[in-house]
């Protein structure tokens, strides 16, 4: 399979550095690719983004993909100059040591390295042991905490240094599919609709949301600001097909095998429909996933935003989730657009998904 050709505003968002609190870089590759597109278009105070096609239409829809990513923050400078950190986000310690990361600062990036213990210096005990969170650190090379001082400050954030890469074909790889994949699908959309020149009935309302990882806080606060009618989040979610994953626990989903659309008590059952039928109009693969409770998506937020929100899920599968090397299909993300684009133009006035 030949390589495909990756769009430059996924791109730029993948190389965007943006954890949950700090997302300017992304936020800014967002304004620069859907602003122009937009009606109108308008950020809040906790950075989100807003972009209005068809301000007048009706039913409103808000298509919502948040932004931000897993990080550290630093807490703490000992005298040497090796800096402690907290997480951003939902980390496996597992993966943490020995990464090389990048340390957003007022001066620029710093380069660092995640360090620990070697396991020459641990007994068999400690060689079983997941290192705590305050028995790691980053070394950026500084002789002493004045010295770090000057380069780093307390609250700056950092992120994994692992950069997008393809691996074969449409499979690619990077820090944080979770979720640039979904702010690109929502902003795309957009685009593409204002493109087409598509005779709208709805208000569509594409919004690039921040902290989604620490707690679905953007899409809470847009969601009551925006009031809409109908709401998709676009979010990862779990491949199963690879070793060490049992279906029987966590259902079965591949990449390549079409965008994944969410079913279940945090889903209206017509958006789902619409959804689904969209998927067989443009004949593009799809696959159906349950949940039986509220999902761990700004889905949740939309749903029960003012008075309640007809919302659904669309997830682009994902291998290795918050790990610094996440894998996807692009044309799983290609697919997801397209998916997005016809489900809203098929919005009929006056259809609020009310059942």
Known sequence: MANITVPSFLTDLLHARSPSGYESEAQAVFDRYVKPAADTYAHDALGNRIATLNPDGDPVLMLAGHLDELGLIITYINEKGFLYFDLIGGHDRIVISGRRVVIQTANGPIKGVTGKRAIHLMDAEDRKK??????????????????????????????????????????????????????YVVGETLVRLANSKANLAAKVVS???VQEEIGVRGATTSAFAINPHLAVAIDVGHAT?????DNRKYGEFKLGGGPMICRGANIN??????????????????????DPRATGTDARALQLSR???????????????HTPSEMVDLQDVEHAVALLVEFSKNLAKGDYAHW
């Not at 958006?271 to 067989?280: C, N, R």
């Open 130 to 183: 997941v290192p705590e969170r305050h028995e790691m650190w980053i070394d950026i090379g500084a002789s002493s905490k004045q010295e770090a001082l000057q380069r780093v400050s307390i609250g700056d954030a950092a992120t994994y240094d692992h950069e997008f890469e393809l691996i074969h074909g449409s499979i690619g790889t990077a820090r944080a599919f979770d979720n640039k994949v979904g702010a």
């Open 241 to 245: 097909d690879h070793p060490d994953c």
């Open 269 to 290: 059952p017509k958006i789902f429909q619409k959804l689904v039928h969209a998927a067989h109009d443009l004949g593009i693969p799809y696959q159906i996933e349950a």
């Open 307 to 321: 008075g309640g929100v007809a919302t659904g899920l669309i997830s682009v599968p994902l291998r290795y989730m």
């Open 207 to 209: 919004v690039g949301t």
